[in-house]
Every structure is written in C-alpha cells, then in structure tokens.
C-alpha cells in the first residue's frame, strides 16, 4: 500500500503461488489463476469479481452494488464523431449518471427487500466478450485506429475521469473501483488488439497508471517463471504505491500453451491470446526480498 510499501517476501511468494494455481487446474487451461488478483491499495467497498472482499471496515451486512454499461457508452459517443475532446468528455459523463442512478434504484430495492443496509454503487466499465460491450471500442470511437496504439494512455485517463465524475453526480454513494476496466480476455475489442500485436503487457503496464485497477486476464506462457510473475506484481504495485491508486494483477500462465495460441475460457471470463513477456530475468531482485519502502509523502500524511 501507499502508507506500508511493498512487501516483496509477500511479492515472491504470490509468483509462487499463481504458478502453482495455474499447475492445480492445468487440465482447464489454469482456469484457478481467473479467480486470484494481487492488490495494492485495495479498497474494502469492491463488489466486482474477482477482487470483491468485504473489508474489515465495512458494516456487519451491506450491500454494495456495481454497475457497468461499456455498450450504452459507446453508443453514446457515435452521436459526437469529429467534436473536440470536452465534448467527448461531457457525453461519458451524462452517461454515467444515467448508469449510476439506475444502479442506485436498484440498490436501494435491494436494500430494501433484504433488510439489509446499503452501502455503495460501483460504477465500473466492466466489458464482456459481446460484441459492442467493450472498453477498447470505446476507445477506438475516440478516434484510434487500434487500441494499444499511441494516444491510447491519454484517452483512457479521458475516459476514467469521466466516468467517475459522472458517478459522483450522481450519486453520494459512489464508492468501489469506479472507473474503466481492461480485462484483455474479457473484452473483445482488447482481444482483437493483442492478436494484432498493437496492444502489449508493456503498454497495458503503462494503460494502469491512468485506469481503475491494473494488468487484468493477461494470458502469459505456461514456461513464465514464478520471479517474473513477482516481478510483474512488483511493477504494477509500485505504481499504485507512488501514485496512491489502487492497482491489481490477474495473470494467466497457461500450462502448455506459447506466445500466439489462444486460451478458452468460457462465458464472461472469454478467450484469451497468450502475449509475450520479456525473456530476460529478474530472479536476483526477486529473491533478495525484503521491503520498497512506502514513499516520502505517504509518512507525511
């Protein structure tokens, strides 16, 4: 976290620990490893899986609701082609609102049934692998050609802040992630970028500074190591820590499978093409362990 730094024994052990998860459910494609995140800065209000927990400074019982909407999004911004990026900007935001209200009413129905309190909406754009449901497409109306491309940083910090000054709008209730999610394998839009080569783990790294949570259904090849695993953890962690974010990391290693060939999982959890990471190692800093210390402004507050 910003306030503790990173723990890189802890680090070393989930590398360890992702691999064996992908080992356990090898006969599905290491299925098991779609349902591990690694978290800096994790918020305790998060209902979106596979990150949802309920923290210990949560009520007894509450309900905490997230809502999406990547499609109505993006239909939203066909009607603006060709008009100044504040105009973008202004259209995303009305159109979280209107999400974020409904979210709100649904909520508090359910609150209401349940006799339980309400907590928060989440307003996440969270794609699927549907046509027309995706977070790249979204960016790709903008006016990229191919996500992943240049200028794709700087759209998605657009897109982010939009979406959650539309949520605050809306409702005092906001809490969660809230924002825009880049599950490769669980938008279509990101699929068809990375099987095109425009869209690579090191420009998704770079994509996370500016988006809601981190490097996300990244399928990696099966013959990954452990300490590059943890090493990829330790990038993605360290940017949350300096820039007080919450960021994450849900890697695949799929047994058996290389640079190029596609991993099927199923329903929401979509398909997958396995994307290079860098061969060279990073084993020594990874097992020297220890601590990165929290940064200078984080022990001032």
């Not at 992702?18 to 994790?42: E, H, P, S, Y």
């Amino acid at each position: 976290s910003t306030r503790a730094g990173i723990n890189m024994d802890a680090v070393k052990l989930m590398g360890r620990i992702i691999k064996d998860t992908a080992a356990r459910t090898a006969d599905r494609d290491g299925l098991g490893c779609a349902k591990l995140v690694v978290f800096c800065n994790a918020v305790e209000d998060n209902p979106f899986m596979a990150g949802a927990f309920h923290g210990v400074g949560e009520a007894e019982r509450v309900i905490n609701v997230g809502v999406s909407g990547p499609g109505v999004v993006y239909h939203a911004l066909q009607s603006v082609k060709g008009q100044p990026l504040d105009v973008v900007a202004e259209t995303v935001k009305k159109t979280a609102f209107q999400v974020t209200r409904m979210g709100q009413l649904v909520a508090k129905e359910a609150s209401s049934r349940l006799d339980t309190p309400f907590g928060i909406v989440d307003l996440s754009l969270a794609p699927t692998p549907a046509i027309g449901d995706s977070v790249a497409r979204i960016l790709e109306e903008m006016g990229l050609e191919v996500c992943g491309t240049h200028g794709t940083t700087a759209a998605l910090a657009l897109l982010n802040d939009a979406v959650k000054k539309g949520g605050v709008m809306a409702s005092s209730s906001v809490g969660g992630l809230s924002g825009a999610f880049i599950p490769v394998s669980e938008d279509e839009g990101m699929i068809a970028a990375a099987k095109a080569g425009t869209l690579c783990v090191d420009k998704l790294e770079a994509m996370t500074c500016v988006c809601s949570v981190g490097l996300d259904m990244i399928a990696v090849p099966g013959d990954t190591s452990a300490e590059t695993i943890s090493a990829i953890i330790a990038d993605e962690a360290a940017i949350g820590m300096v820039n007080n974010k919450t960021t994450a990391v849900r890697l695949l290693p799929t047994p058996g499978k290389n640079v190029g060939d596609t991993v099927e999982m199923g329903g929401l959890l979509g398909s997958a093409p396995v994307m290079p990471v860098h061969k060279e190692s990073s084993a020594d800093f990874i097992q020297r362990g220890g601590r990165i210390p929290a940064p200078l402004h984080s022990l001032r507050n």
